[in-house]
């Protein structure tokens, strides 16, 4: 492991070798939480309800693997390691992400397309997870340190939201390229299932700097967890910060995600502004993430990470405050203030909750004496998964419940009000609850080196 890092860590190659395998998780998850509801309604022509159903099936039977393939990685990573999952799982996720995209329409009628949208999510999860999972788990020990830590993270979050950008921003354009039409809401399947090949072959391509650069898990006969696999998912609760980390996690993704699947409908219906012009707004917000990670990252290394989050949580609700007060009127100065502010403050609400979760791995080995990495990581997965499940089930019962005209632009003024409440007032009112849990996160920079320097310890005692 020594010639795979420099004085403060992974080299940077190798922390970007690490981080543009993100493209493949980042693609796949983003494109989905972002489009495969507004797919399912407005172009495979599933009802909003059902739509959600498909969604929430496919988005649980992910989150309940999660800890399944979490522990299991935790135990052959002592036979064959943790990259081999993610070899096998990689060709069948990638198939089978296209097949989402693809299984809906090929049939006629409501069953038949809600039940092959939902196998279709459910099939496709259980190789996202095998990919996911594993990847997360050598976070730990690749990074010891904990600003060092921050930093690869900062630098997977780059490529996330370089695929965030990608899956968001550029997608409207292509399928509206490939259906050679102007209304994103009348475009062609054909087009969005091409769009959905093209992002499973980048997918792909973007591991291959991982495998080759990125050192597998530490082997080693250090004992293992004996507690059933229930008793020991319960123990994780008792692992001091992880309880609260774990909520802050679930609350920022569900305030997040409730946004993200509701601007193309509110940009759409309630703002003006077209299919076309969607692109480069998003994109610019995106971009201007991609280039505060770095300044959080340096934040972060000075004022501690959970300050650091409490910061980024003021600067986001800054801009959701700002939502129901945007002007009606297309491009307009008011809304590109608020897109920049999103695109700055987003970044530190996705990257620190993150960046904390491997020093929460410290501190359960140290409570409960064996490194379980895997199974850690799995949970804080499950818990994002879960909360971008209820997002995605939340809107689609509101688009439901007021009358959303699947395949128009043009709404009512409730469904329109409905639009600005989603994409506002309620998400702030999550991320506020998420920062008051955020003050007072027990797992600091003196007690996570205290954590390590026990580890090494112990290790030098032969322990």
Do not use: C
Not at 1 to 20: F, H, N, Q, V
Not at 128 to 154: C, N, Q, W
Not at 442 to 461: F, Y
């Amino acid at each position: 492991m020594t010639k795979t890092k420099t004085a403060d860590g992974l080299s940077l190659g190798r922390k970007m070798a690490y981080g543009a395998a993100e493209l493949n998780v980042g693609l796949a998850f983003i494109a989905i939480n972002s489009w495969l509801l507004y797919f399912f309604v407005n172009i495979a022509a599933i009802p909003p309800f059902l739509a959600g159903i498909a969604f929430l099936t496919g988005r649980l039977f992910d989150a309940v693997m999660d800890p399944v393939i979490g522990r299991w990685s935790d135990r052959v990573r002592h036979v064959v390691g943790r990259k081999p999952a993610i070899k096998w799982a990689l060709l069948p996720g990638a198939l089978s992400y296209v097949a989402i995209w693809a299984l809906p329409v090929l049939v006629e009628g409501t069953a038949a397309k809600f039940i092959l949208a939902a196998i279709g999510f459910m099939t496709f999860s259980l190789f996202f997870t095998m990919i996911s999972i594993p990847r997360l788990a050598l976070v730990p020990d690749l990074e010891p340190t904990y600003h060092g830590r921050t930093k690869l993270l900062s630098v997977n979050f780059m490529f996330n939201f370089l695929a965030v950008l990608i899956a968001i921003a550029v997608t409207p354009g292509l399928v509206l390229a490939l259906g050679q039409t102007n209304d994103l809401a009348a475009s062609p399947a054909s087009a969005w299932i091409t769009v959905a090949m093209v992002f499973a072959g980048v997918g792909v391509v973007s591991l291959i700097p991982f495998f080759w650069a990125i050192p597998d898990a530490k082997t080693g006969t250090d004992a293992l967890p004996s507690k059933p696999f229930w008793g020991e998912v319960k123990s994780l609760f008792q692992t001091p910060g992880y309880t609260r980390i774990v909520l802050i996690l679930l609350l920022s993704v569900l305030g997040t995600l409730i946004v993200q699947s509701m601007v193309p409908f509110y940009l759409e219906s309630v703002i003006g502004v077209p299919g076309p012009a969607q692109g480069p707004i998003l994109g610019a917000i995106f971009l201007l993430s991609i280039l505060s990670f770095p300044l959080w990252a340096f934040v972060g290394g000075k004022i501690g990470k959970h300050r650091a989050l409490i910061a980024g949580f003021v600067v986001y609700g800054v801009f959701l405050a700002m939502i129901p007060f945007i002007p009606r009127d297309g491009v307009t100065p008011t809304l590109m203030v608020a897109a920049a502010i999103s695109g700055i403050g987003i970044s530190a609400i996705n990257l620190f909750p993150w960046a904390m979760l491997p020093d929460a791995v410290d501190m359960d080995a140290q409570t409960h004496g064996a490194k379980r990495e895997g199974l850690v990581s799995s949970v804080f997965v499950f818990a994002q998964k879960i909360a971008g499940s209820l997002a995605i089930f939340w809107n689609a019962m509101m688009l439901s419940v007021f009358d959303h005209q699947a395949g128009q632009v043009v709404q009512s003024e409730s469904t329109l009000t409905a639009f600005v409440w989603m994409t506002g007032p309620i998400p702030l009112a999550i991320f506020v609850v998420a920062m008051l849990l955020t003050f007072g996160y027990p797992i600091t920079r003196a007690v996570q080196q205290g954590l390590r320097t026990d580890e090494a310890q112990a290790q030098d005692g032969g322990i």
